[in-house]
């Protein structure tokens, strides 16, 4: 894999294309994780999804990062899947992680993305990481996008204005 410029845009594209998989994927996630923590959260609209992949993309450190965690999930396969099940979920935990962006984020959506993973599954015919890569891009883009109450408020944990 050679990871070039030109390469980062192919990969975002891809990416941006994925809508129509992913953001179903994100609302049912968000929908299942408000019933567990009783709270109500927003849902994430297709134009949404776009400019947080936008916002990610724009970043050319993150961009290159999450680019090449793209283009090897799309790729990864296992024969009889199981024996890579660990890669495919590294993978798609750090891809989750990186889109999201910092601490607290990251952990949530490392989390967020073994959630999404047990509730997505892809074609026969797909390899084994495409799943763990639309469980990944759900759960890295729901975590960084609002909706959430606690990501509404201030903390009350800010030390500095006290």
Do not use: C, K
């Not at 894999?1 to 990416?15: K, N």
């Not at 073994?114 to 997505?120: F, P, Q, S």
């Amino acid at each position: 894999m050679e990871l070039t410029a030109d390469a980062v845009v192919r990969e975002r594209e891809w990416v941006l294309e994925r809508a129509a998989v992913v953001v179903p994927l994100v609302n049912d996630v968000r929908d299942a994780l408000g019933d567990a923590f009783d709270t109500d959260v927003a849902t994430v609209t297709d134009a949404q999804y776009r400019s947080a992949v936008e916002d990610v993309f724009a970043d050319g450190d993150r961009a290159v990062n999450v680019a090449a965690l793209v283009a090897l999930l799309r790729d990864l396969d296992v024969t009889d899947d199981y024996p890579g099940f660990v890669v495919d979920e590294l993978l798609g935990r750090e891809l989750a992680a990186v889109i999201a962006g910092e601490q607290p984020r990251r952990l949530l959506a490392e989390s967020t993305f073994h959630y999404a993973d047990v509730h997505t599954s892809g074609d026969g015919d797909d390899a084994a990481g495409r799943d763990d890569l639309d469980a990944a891009l759900a759960a890295g883009v729901q975590t960084r996008l609002p909706g959430w109450a606690w990501t509404e408020t201030e903390s009350p944990f800010d030390v500095a204005r006290r």
